[in-house]
């Protein structure tokens, strides 16, 4: 596995998320069309994978960090859904222990 923010250069699949986590906070219109029904905005986003597709659905906070969400947007995006500051910490501690594990 790549370890997140050791990467040269993003995976595809990185920056399909992270493309999606930008737009749903930058762009009123994409916000609006994820808020009105996020399973329905995921499952249309053109480039992401089986896995991200299942990490944004279930808001994986963990998982999506380790398929190299940036954790900028991540916690934009957290603060979007109104995840507590905690969850969201506890998430990325969580994927700090997976990367140590390996």
Partial sequence: MINNWLQAIPTGEAYQ???VLYRIQH???EEKRYFANPDVYIASYPGLTPA?????E???VTQL???GA???LLRAYCLQLRIPEQEYLAALRQA???LENG
Avoid: M, Q, W
């Fill in 27 to 29: 762009d009123r219109d």
């Fill in 96 to 98: 700090g222990k997976e």
């Fill in 65 to 67: 960090y380790l398929l």
């Fill in 58 to 60: 279930h808001t994986d």
């Fill in 17 to 19: 998320i992270n493309r």
């Fill in 70 to 72: 940036n954790p900028y």
């Fill in 52 to 56: 991200a597709t299942a990490a944004l």
